[in-house]
């Protein structure tokens, strides 16, 4: 079965405005793009989404990152490949998608005052934001199914 939906712009022409919202927001400068796919990239993996896996793989081959540290996104806490910030900014995406254990905080004080480390209050916002996107499109990746290197509203 192909895309779902082939042109999601053709039924929702709207979503094209909350993409470049996400885009303009996310891409402000105050986190590092390669930062930005890294987390992309795992939270992909944590859901399990083909489409988002590939596409950020890609973007971290584009912008010149190591086949090794693009492999090792799956085991980040165990490699050595990643800076402190990274690691901070990973571990977020770990406590946002991954589930939590009954009764237990998702992004707990300690975590969030790790993360707060390494990035100001806008480039946490916008942390936040990638976070915030990566569910987004990973929610329309998994419902309207886009061959892996398309994309997402597009087939």
């Known amino acids: 079965m192909g895309p779902r939906i082939p042109d999601i712009n053709t039924h929702l ?10 885009a303009k927001a996310t891409g402000n400068g105050s986190v590092p793009p390669v930062t930005s796919s890294l987390v992309y990239l795992r939270a992909g993996q944590i859901v399990g989404n083909t489409y988002q896996v590939i596409r950020h793989s890609t973007d971290l081959r584009k912008a010149g990152e190591p086949e090794d540290r693009i ?21 977020l ?17 300690d975590l969030y005052a790790e993360v707060a480390k390494h990035y100001d209050d806008k480039a946490l916002a916008t942390l936040m934001t990638v976070l915030a996107s990566a569910g987004f499109w990973m929610t329309v990746a998994m419902v309207l199914k886009p061959p892996a290197g398309q994309e997402a509203g597009k087939a």
Do not use: H, K
């Open 13 to 22: 022409p709207e979503i094209g405005q909350v993409a470049g919202a996400l």
């Open 71 to 91: 492999a090792a996104v799956a085991t980040w806490w165990d490699a050595p490949w990643f800076s402190e910030a990274e690691r901070a900014a990973l571990a």
């Open 93 to 109: 995406t770990e406590a946002v998608f991954q589930p939590a254990e009954r009764g237990r905080e998702r992004v707990p004080d």
